[in-house]
């Protein structure tokens, strides 16, 4: 089945400090990737996704990259912020949308210290 | 546009008793989906709906959940007879099916606390 595998947290950086959170994935063809966001009592958010290898999903300053040949899609920001401070899952559905639904990773808990 | 609300938010229930819970989607999506997410872990995908059709209810976790959406637009999630192990935040997302986008825009849920 599909599975979504990523850092364990909780991640803790100064403020302008690089981020990245790791992030593999296990699933059949090519499924779509996403990263949410869920911020101190708010709900889940899409950050950004990539629905081919080799696409880069990027908003608010956050990147991932779809590597195919490493089945990977890793969070990565050149400077984070005090207000970046979140839980953050990554997401896949299979080929073709939403048949089963997304299937989460556990989720990344990143802390920024001013 | 109003996004995807849940209702209620909060819902304090004893074990054995029914509860009821409410999703209204973001207006033009067909896809309606629920998820439970437990403290510590991700949501976990349960049921989905187009339209007013369910297309997915093997994840349901046992057969005190079932799910509705009759008429395609809110759906109602019940869980009948209560145990303290459903106690989890019970979340709604929609989406579009068309275009490739499978985008799912989440609610904020609705935490079960089964005493």
């Known amino acids: 089945g599909n599975s979504v595998t990523q850092m364990e947290g909780p991640v803790t950086l100064s403020e302008e400090a690089f981020l990245t959170i790791n992030c593999t994935y296990t699933a059949t063809g090519y499924p779509s990737l996403f990263w949410y966001v869920q911020y101190p009592g708010e709900g889940l958010q899409l950050l950004l996704k990539a629905t081919k290898a080799d696409d880069k999903g990027s908003n608010k300053g956050f990147e991932a990259t779809y590597r195919k040949e490493t089945t990977s899609f890793h969070l990565e920001k050149g400077s984070v912020q005090v207000s970046d401070s979140a839980v953050y899952f990554c997401a896949l559905t299979p080929v073709g949308g939403g048949a089963d639904g997304l299937t989460f990773g556990k989720g990344t808990h990143l802390i920024i210290q001013p | ?115």
Request: hydrophobic share 25%; net charge neutral; charged share 25%.
């Open chain 2, 1 to 115: 546009d109003t996004g995807v609300s849940q209702d209620p938010r909060h819902k304090i229930t004893k074990r054995g008793q029914n509860v009821t819970f409410r999703c209204d989607p973001i207006s033009e999506h067909n896809r309606l989906y629920w998820y439970r997410q437990t403290l510590g872990q991700g949501p976990e995908f349960l049921t989905y709906f187009q339209n007013e059709a369910q297309l997915e209810k093997s994840r349901l976790l046992s057969d005190r959940f079932s799910a509705e959406r009759p008429k395609g637009s809110f759906s109602t999630l019940e869980i009948q007879r209560t145990e303290q192990g459903d106690s989890a935040m019970y979340l709604c997302a929609s989406s579009f099916a068309g275009g490739g986008l499978w985008e799912q825009y989440f609610g904020p849920g609705t935490r079960l606390t089964v005493t």
